[in-house]
């Protein structure tokens, strides 16, 4: 069935101002249907996240494999516990210091969430977002909820609530349009049902940020390689293809000048060829490739700019119709191994080293 997909603004510093599009939205949860709404990290799809009919219509409002559990977002601290058998000490340190915010933590779960949210795991992942528009929407809604990114599976997540129309009109009941999302990349997630803590998904809550409050912390595997045949990540999602433009991409790792100069061959040759070739460089490199298609990512000194603005890039990569795309290497320290984690899968794992 085709919906009638429903935007509507709301001011993202004030939310309250707009009391009658949150309750509307509200309604709309409450009836079993979908909303996607506005987080820091990137919009999210959401439903109600005790109701398994409503994570049924997520799935399929993704094209998303249904053994991919969906993260459960609360608007107040108090509203964890109804949901989790145990919060360890660890997690509360982490809960403490860092939610509201981009951190998801992994948890056993009670029988309330059913198994359609949590794909079928013992397990749920809870985030407590720090958004204004998420929080004033949650709140309304009177239950948690469910909300993976609001793109469709396999496609770079949302910053925008224009990314959400192009891949969600017709599929879900509205979207709540309340800006661009500061940090642009998704929730870090750790498992804290293990013991040290894994961190399963890299994002604005670094590794070295939550070392230093709760001591060693192991790595899941597929956060930094790209997994041999028969390997399994500890977050399901982590398995499928991602964030991936039509394009093909290359990252291209070295000293930047050899960077610059390997890259301007290949865009000569691609164009020399016909084909339609990009450039994803920096603000400190745009000005090495004059005369070829070049987006700006962001500022090197400043990964927060390039983190924010990643997804946008490979959107409109698509947009613009490039069959090749180039991209410079970030160091993966910090904020990097998030971006590089993102660039990499993106990139199907193919990156030319210098
Ligand atoms: O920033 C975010 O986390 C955004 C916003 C909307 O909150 N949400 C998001 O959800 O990125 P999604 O569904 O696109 O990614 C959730 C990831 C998937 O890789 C999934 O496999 C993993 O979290 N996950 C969810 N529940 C899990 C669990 N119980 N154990 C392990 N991994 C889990
Ligand atoms: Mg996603």
């Known amino acids: 069935m085709i919906l009638d997909t429903f935007i509507a603004k709301v001011d993202p510093e004030n939310p309250t101002l707009n009391k009658d599009i949150i309750a509307k939205a509200a309604d709309i949860i ?24 409503a994570a049924k219509k997520i799935y399929a409002a993704k094209g998303r494999p249904s053994d991919n559990p969906l993260i459960v977002h ?3 601290i108090d509203e964890l516990y109804p949901l989790v058998e145990e919060v360890s000490p660890k997690a509360k340190a982490l809960m403490d210091a860092f939610w509201p915010g981009p951190l998801t933590l992994i948890f056993k779960k009670k029988p309330i969430i059913p198994s359609e949210t949590s794909g079928g795991l013992d397990t749920v992942a809870i985030r407590f977002p720090e958004n204004k528009v998420a929080k004033e929407f ?3 809604c009177g ?30 009941d509205m979207i709540i349009d309340g800006g661009s999302c500061e940090f642009g990349l998704e929730s870090t ?15 604005a809550v670094t590794l070295g940020m939550m070392k230093e409050l709760i001591g060693d912390m192991t790595v899941d595997k597929a956060v930094v390689s790209a997994l041999k ?3 399994k990540p500890k977050a399901p ?16 790792k070295g000293s930047l000048d050899m960077v610059e100069k ?37 500022d090197r000194d400043h990964p927060e700019t390039i983190a924010a603005n990643l997804f946008k890039m490979l959107r409109k990569c698509d947009y613009l119709g490039f069959e090749r795309v180039y991209v410079e290497y970030f160091d993966e320290d910090e904020l990097g191994m998030a971006i590089m984690n993102r660039l990499k899968k993106a990139a199907g794992y193919d990156i030319v080293v210098l």
Do not use: W
């Open 229 to 231: 045949e028969g390997e």
């Open 237 to 252: 999602g982590m398995k499928y293809t991602h964030y991936s433009p039509k394009a093909h991409i290359t990252i291209v």
């Open 138 to 140: 949650i709140s309304a």
């Open 143 to 172: 239950v948690p909820i469910a909300a993976p990114s609001a793109n469709t599976s396999g496609k770079p997540s949302p910053t925008r609530a224009s990314h959400v129309a192009y891949d969600m009109t017709g599929r879900i």
């Open 74 to 76: 609360i608007s107040h």
């Open 189 to 203: 997630i750790v498992d804290t049902t293990c013991e040290p803590p894994c961190l399963l998904r890299p994002g």
């Open 30 to 53: 409450k009836n079993g249907g979908l909303v996607a709404f506005p987080t820091e990290t990137v919009y999210g799809l959401g439903g109600n996240a005790l109701d398994g009919e």
């Open 262 to 298: 390997y890259i301007i061959e290949q865009a000569d040759k691609g164009k020399a060829e016909g084909c339609n070739v990009g450039i994803i460089a920096t603000v400190q490199t745009k000005d090495s490739y004059s005369g070829h298609n070049v987006l700006i990512i962001g």
